[in-house]
């Protein structure tokens, strides 16, 4: 394979991931809401450190940014779409496959949240994974876990090569 052909096979990758987190998103939530029928029920214990509990999520990540009015619900969908556009733009520009993935991971998943709040008026969750009392994370969602799966991996890329590339020019200023 040529490198341009690999470089746009990433890319291509990057957006099949995306979709198919969008896709597996919204079947887990429309089973959450129609087959299971979490709202009614409220909560299912699925193993002792695992439930299923319904929860709507009007804001962001730990709730910030709460859209309390039609208006700021919209805005909250017209900024989470300008992000999500600038990460799709980002997968077509971007070239390894590490990148693509991981940007994929988080268009896929901001997708399936800008719907569900275009939708719904607010983001369908129903994850909450505790020990005891103990609840290392808020109720959280499929396209959730793949935001924050997807930006550690950048942030965790994005460090570990920001070491090898300063490792020469240190070793170049020590000499």
Not at 85 to 95: C, D, G, P, S, Y
């Amino acid at each position: 394979m040529t490198n341009s052909v690999t470089i746009w096979r990433n890319r291509l990758i990057g957006l099949l991931l995306a979709a198919v987190i969008f896709v597996v998103d919204q079947w887990f939530k429309a089973q959450v809401l129609n087959t299971i029928k979490l709202p009614q029920v409220r909560s299912i214990e699925i193993v002792s450190f695992f439930n299923l509990t319904y929860a709507e999520n009007y804001g962001i990540s730990l709730g910030m940014l709460t859209a309390t009015s039609m208006e700021m619900r919209w805005m909250l969908i017209a900024v989470t779409s300008g992000i999500a556009l600038v990460v799709f733009i980002w997968i077509l520009r971007e070239k390894l496959l590490g990148e693509t993935a991981a940007l994929g991971l988080v268009l896929g998943g901001a997708l399936g949240n800008i719907l569900d709040r275009m939708n719904h008026g607010f983001v369908i969750d129903y994850a909450d994974l505790h020990f005891g009392e103990f609840r290392p994370f808020l109720i959280f969602n499929l396209a959730d876990a793949a935001i924050t799966i997807g930006v550690v991996i950048i942030l965790a890329r994005s460090f570990l090569s920001r070491e090898k590339h300063d490792e020469p020019a240190q070793r170049a200023t020590e000499s």
